[in-house]
């Protein structure tokens, strides 16, 4: 899985993107909604337009569950334990989306951290979001 050094690397830039977590969540998002427009059939309640104060909101919440997450990634299907619930039994999201949005939040990261995104970030990055969308996809089986 993930060694110590890529471990400590997911929580350096997590720690580093929290403050801008609504702009890389919500662009995230925006990615996966344009490449992949099936998904929006979750959001049609919302206002899932580029600025609109759901869109932010939500990419916040997704963006500060992954820097969480990354703190104890040993402790991953405990820390999404709420978010696995909420996700397969009350919004019944298709797990399928788990793996869109996460190649959609490497794009967004790549975008927004440029030089800094090497190709290690990127690798161990890859891999704790696969871990991340495997998590909440548990409680499909």
């Known amino acids: ?10 929580v350096q830039i997590w720690e580093r993107l929290t403050p801008v977590a609504e702009e890389i969540g919500a662009d995230a998002l925006l990615r996966m909604f344009a490449c992949f427009p099936g998904s929006k059939t ?11 104060p759901h ?6 919440k997704i963006v500060l569950a992954l ?3 990354s703190k104890d990634i040993s402790q991953l299907t405990v820390t999404l334990a709420p978010l696995q619930i909420m996700h ?9 989306n788990f793996k869109l949005l996460s190649h ?12 800094d995104f090497t190709a290690v970030a990127h690798a161990a990055m890859d891999k704790y979001l696969s871990a991340f ?3 909440l996809a548990e409680k499909y089986r």
Do not use: W
């Open 133 to 135: 969308a495997a998590v």
């Open 67 to 69: 820097a969480e997450g």
């Open 88 to 96: 397969a039994y009350q919004l019944r999201i298709d797990p399928t």
């Open 104 to 115: 959609c939040m490497l794009v967004a990261l790549s975008c927004h951290m440029r030089d």
């Open 1 to 10: 899985m993930l060694s110590n050094q890529e471990k400590m690397l997911i």
């Open 42 to 52: 979750y959001f049609s309640h919302l206002d899932i337009s580029r600025g609109s």
């Open 55 to 60: 869109l932010l909101s939500l990419g916040k």
